[in-house]
């Protein structure tokens, strides 16, 4: 069968197609690459710009159609950090369904994470040895450490060659003050995560993405190296890089253009990309590292593969035939089970500390844990109106170990985690009692704000505290990495939950943080 995979990247939108035989061998029929720059400003104003949106849409589309013509059967559709951060990334994707018929899904750092290292697993032999993955993205960095069986470790970084340029303010050539201010803070975005990646022990590092295997592949040309035919498990000191990065960061972008192995459309930020890379070998006391061509969109194919390939077990060994119900269900329809348990930590811990507000008990505790993992699943079916289509799917899939009612009222909250809140004209809600309208607002309204204090998939509110009075509900929430989009997007959802409580509720950062 034919399969293929569109990786809808900060930088670049890449599509690969691949012929997958019966003994699960993968030929690349094609592989194509757009440099869309959809992160071009993102992470300066959190939206993403009318010109790359336009031509985002328009590469997808065309993916399709070549997808079309190669009789896919299948075609894997994810999406990245710029995405995950823009306030009009939904819409974004809103329009992608529209136009294609494709269902994006936004993917978080750590499965970012763990599927490129599926891909480079797969490309480059590690023998017996645990290696260190580092991909450098437009938004984001992931460093994953592991070995041919499994994996120890995994992050994503807020660390990116477009997210860096934001900062720099688009300048073209940096100052010496401008280039120690961004080592400051990528040394303040790495630091603690490389010092994890080195604990978790590895003895080779191996690059992937097209800001690493272009810096690679330059400095490898700079030292006097033949041409490469493939990057694919070509060895590049870090000395070399090092030289590459001060000759760059001191260049025009004319000037960079010109640089052997130095693509133009790679000009405005390589020099950045090169800075970056050179700090995370430095902090991995990496002395080369190891450039491989294989990257997310392989990871996609073989993230598919495996879970066609895994006969529906049960993920955890609870005794609640619900939780295994739900877990099950959420796998099944390829939701995204570690970032779901984030948001139902986070959901729960809301519960908890605003009993003395609603009142309501463990049952009701128990149906806004399960809706926090399957409030989703309705993205296998389609993006558009996605929360009336997991509706749906709960209704229709015979969950084992729920009485009809509860079925119900699952269905009905995750109906209530996006878009307008419960509604007496509703149909399924106005058939209920009292009591149980009362508990749907104020689960599916905790089940918004748990949503959106992890709007960019990263898990960057690592934990929150709520402050009660009679007019006012404060959050304050704790992470390492600044919540702003978080908190946007739960302040903008929690008109629900203000109106179940009849609380006004304000969201902020608890700043400095300390865990």
């Given at each position: 069968m034919n399969l293929a995979a569109i990786d809808i990247g900060t930088n670049s939108i890449h599509l690969v197609i691949a012929e997958v035989t019966k003994s699960q061998t993968i030929k690349v029929l094609i592989d194509e690459k757009e440099m869309v720059k959809l992160g071009v400003g993102v992470f300066s104003t959190n939206r993403l710009s009318k010109e790359a949106y336009d031509r985002g849409i328009e590469v997808i589309k065309r993916y399709v159609q070549l997808a079309d013509q190669y009789g896919v059967e299948e075609i894997i559709t994810a999406a990245t950090s710029a995405t995950r951060e823009a306030k009009n990334g939904g819409e974004f994707l809103g329009k992608v369904a529209e136009e294609t018929g494709l269902t994006p899904k936004v993917i978080s750092g750590k499965e970012e994470a763990r599927l490129i290292f599926l891909a480079v697993r797969r490309a480059i032999a590690f023998g017996e040895e645990k290696v260190l993955v580092l991909d450098i993205g437009g938004g984001s960095t992931e460093a994953t450490v592991g070995d041919q069986e499994e994996i120890f470790f995994k992050k994503s970084i807020k660390?990116?060659?477009?997210?860096?340029?934001?900062?720099?303010?688009?300048?073209?050539?940096?100052?010496?003050?401008?280039i120690t201010a961004l080592?400051?803070?990528?040394?303040l975005a790495a630091e603690e995560v490389m010092k994890k990646a080195v604990e978790a022990g590895f003895s080779k590092v191996i690059g992937t993405s097209g800001t690493i295997r272009t810096l690679g592949e330059a400095a490898h040309l700079a030292g006097n190296g033949g041409s490469i035919t493939t990057v694919n498990a070509e060895v590049v000191s870090t000395k070399e890089l090092e030289k590459l990065s001060k000759k760059l960061l001191g260049?025009?972008?004319?000037?960079?253009?010109?640089?052997p192995g130095i693509s133009a459309n790679r000009v405005d930020a390589?020099?950045?990309g090169s800075l970056l890379l050179v700090r995370l070998l430095q902090m991995a006391n990496a002395k080369e590292i190891i450039l491989c061509d294989a990257s997310l969109r392989e990871g996609l194919i073989l993230g598919y593969l495996d879970s066609m390939g895994k006969k529906q077990t049960v993920l955890y060994p609870e005794e609640d035939l619900r939780f295994r119900s739900v877990m099950n269900l959420a796998v099944k329809y390829k939701s995204d089970v570690e970032q779901k348990k984030h948001i139902s930590s986070l959901a729960l811990s809301l519960f908890d500390q605003l009993k003395p507000l609603h009142g309501l008990d463990d049952y009701a505790r128990d149906l806004l844990d399960f809706s926090s993992f399957v409030f989703e699943v309705g993205h296998f079916i389609g993006y558009p109106k996605?929360?009336?289509?997991s509706r749906y799917i709960i209704e229709h899939s015979r969950l084992r170990g729920f009485t009809n009612e509860e079925i119900t009222l699952l269905g009905v909250i995750v109906r209530y985690h996006r878009k307008s809140g419960p509604r007496k004209r509703h149909k399924r809600y106005k058939k209920l009692s009292k009591k149980q309208r009362k508990m749907i607002h104020v689960v599916a309204g905790i089940l918004r704000i748990a949503i959106g204090l992890d709007k960019t998939k990263n898990q960057w509110v690592e934990r929150l505290d709520c402050e009660l009075d009679d007019a006012e509900v404060?959050?304050?929430v704790y992470g390492e990495e600044n919540p702003d989009l978080e908190i946007w997007d739960a302040m903008r959802n929690c008109f629900v939950l203000e109106d179940a409580l009849d609380r006004k509720i304000t969201i902020t950062a608890a700043s400095p943080v300390h865990l």
């Open positions: 660390l990116g060659v477009l997210r860096l340029l934001d900062m720099a303010g688009g300048q073209e050539v940096l100052e010496e003050k401008d080592e400051k803070h990528i040394n260049m025009s972008p004319e000037k960079r253009e010109k640089v390589i020099h950045l996605y929360h009336k289509h404060i959050i304050k």
